[in-house]
């Protein structure tokens, strides 16, 4: 039997699987790579199966600032995946769900199309933000929450290329109220590449390394004064400081984390004192008979923090609080107030420890102290038609009558985590693609035959906020 396919295309991995499960089947790095001594192309999870060392790869990706701008490239990929999932995209998959980055220009959006209905032959196709779905499925899975009951909401999503705030209504993306930060993932490894490069070893060429490093060390400051003086303090003062061990080929193919107990305990056993953390960074560097090491002291929250001042490095830019704030205050006057208490935080990015806790306290005092209904105008027509959707706690039914309503309380600021930021996208897919209302938003290869582009910029706009969805 043909099952709907759901595919959250992210410019860092691809998550593939099929609608109704918890999880993808298919989880694969999308981009392609060619060592530097071997004519042969690694394609998706091959780049990361085993190779010795990553700094010899040349990766090509199909995305470029955040956009598909190489479709031959995402087709090696997709085949590559098609090929573990053991499917024929044109026989065994009734629709395909997935995602494309907000505001995608027309012109990439067509060639996407092209991939989809002609080279891979899919029978019918829905194409998504991901916010939206991030929505879906927290609604769908606290039934019981502010997010569930109020009808709107803004999702802040901060990944791989980029970090978007969106404002959601009724499930309908508001376009003219979304915000972008030019801060994601790539961006940070890059900037740690080069602190690093800088103080100590040349690691430009480690881009996979480094970023595994920066996973693992780096940390979101809450009081970013107060931790830059004690990176700098000498001694058992400073709890900062972390040895991250280079790769030796033997041993190690990826490098490590050394606990600073271990370090001591090894500098005791040979009869030396622990690593003073006073040490010049340089110092830290060098070669030992056993290993190299980087020591990684306020590189682990000055990297993060660039998500929320990226004018710290010369970006005129706001952060993602600021996006966030700017996102609300486009929005009608009586949604501002709703949406200050449903703020949800997904994308990789906010797995830094305490992203959650400084996001809040920055975007606390950007939130007005009352924001009261006017005669503002209401949402753009592709918002305003979507019919009342039932609520799952009873009372008021319609979502902007709710949100109404809820602006009479009393202002606050509530920002909530889902269990997994890295898949509560596809999960929202996989809840959308099992549902029976699916067949309502979805474009088939025959109207794309019959009308064309047109038809898919039409259908995918609507959006699926006038599909009064399940819990599934």
């Known amino acids: 039997m043909a099952r709907v396919l759901v595919l959250d295309n992210g410019a860092d991995s691809a998550r593939f699987g099929f609608a109704g499960s918890d999880s993808p089947t298919v989880v694969v790095p999308n981009c392609t790579a060619t060592p530097r001594k071997d004519p042969r192309k690694l394609i998706a999870d091959e780049t990361e199966s085993g190779i010795k060392d990553h700094s010899q790869l040349a ?58 209905f002609e ?74 590449k080069e602190l690093l490069s800088y103080r100590q070893l040349n690691v430009m060429d480690d881009t996979y390394m480094i970023d595994r ?10 009081d970013f004064g107060s931790q830059l003086a004690e990176a700098e303090r000498r001694g058992k003062a400073n709890t900062l400081w972390r040895d991250f061990a280079l790769p030796n080929f033997t041993d190690t193919m990826h490098g490590r984390v050394l606990e600073r107990a271990d370090l001591a305990a090894a500098a005791a056993a040979a009869g030396d004192q622990a690593p003073a953390a006073a040490a010049p960074a340089a110092a830290a560097s060098k070669p030992s008979q056993q290993e190299q090491r980087l020591r990684f002291n306020n ?33 009608a006057p009586e949604m501002q107030r709703p949406l200050y208490l449903n703020i949800l935080l997904t994308g990789g990015n906010t797995l830094f420890a305490n992203f ?28 305003a038609r979507s019919p009342p959707t039932p609520s799952s706690r009873g009372g008021v ?15 606050n600021v509530h920002v909530v985590v889902p269990s997994d ?28 035959e019959e009308h064309g582009h047109e038809i898919c910029r039409r259908g995918f706009e609507m959006g699926f906020g006038s599909v009064p969805l399940k819990r599934v």
């Open 213 to 222: 490093a920066k996973r693992e060390l780096c940390f979101v400051s809450t």
């Open 356 to 383: 959650k806790e400084r996001f809040t306290q920055e975007i606390q005092p950007l939130a007005p102290a009352g924001v009261r209904p006017s005669d503002a105008p209401s949402p753009p027509s592709v918002v």
């Open 59 to 116: 990766y090509t990706r199909p995305f470029e600032r955040g956009y598909l701008t190489n479709p031959a490239c995402e087709v090696e990929v997709w085949e590559r995946a098609v090929q573990k999932l053991a499917i024929d995209p044109a026989k065994d998959v009734r629709a395909l769900v997935m995602t494309e980055p907000l505001f995608t220009p027309a012109a990439l959006q067509s060639r996407l199309d092209e991939v989809v």
């Open 119 to 192: 080279q891979f032959g899919f029978q019918a196709c829905y194409r998504t933000p991901a916010a939206p779905l991030s929505a879906l499925d927290y609604k769908l899975s606290n039934p019981d929450s502010r997010f569930a009951s109020d009808g709107c909401c803004v999702v802040v999503d901060s990944g791989f290329s980029f970090s978007h705030a969106v404002p959601i209504f009724d499930n309908h993306v508001l376009n003219y109220a979304a915000r972008r930060v030019d801060v994601g993932g790539k961006l940070l490894t890059n900037y740690l």
């Open 397 to 411: 039914s319609d979502p902007l009558s709710r949100a109404h309503a809820c602006s009479s309380a009393q202002a």
């Open 299 to 331: 590189e682990r929250f000055a990297v993060p923090e660039v998500l929320f001042s990226p004018r710290g490095i010369g970006l005129e830019q706001g952060g993602v609080h600021e996006a966030t704030a700017q996102a609300i205050a486009a929005c």
């Open 421 to 448: 930021p890295l898949l509560s996208a596809w999960r929202g897919g996989s809840r959308l693609g099992a549902s029976e209302e699916l067949q309502e938003v979805l474009v088939t290869k025959a109207q794309y």
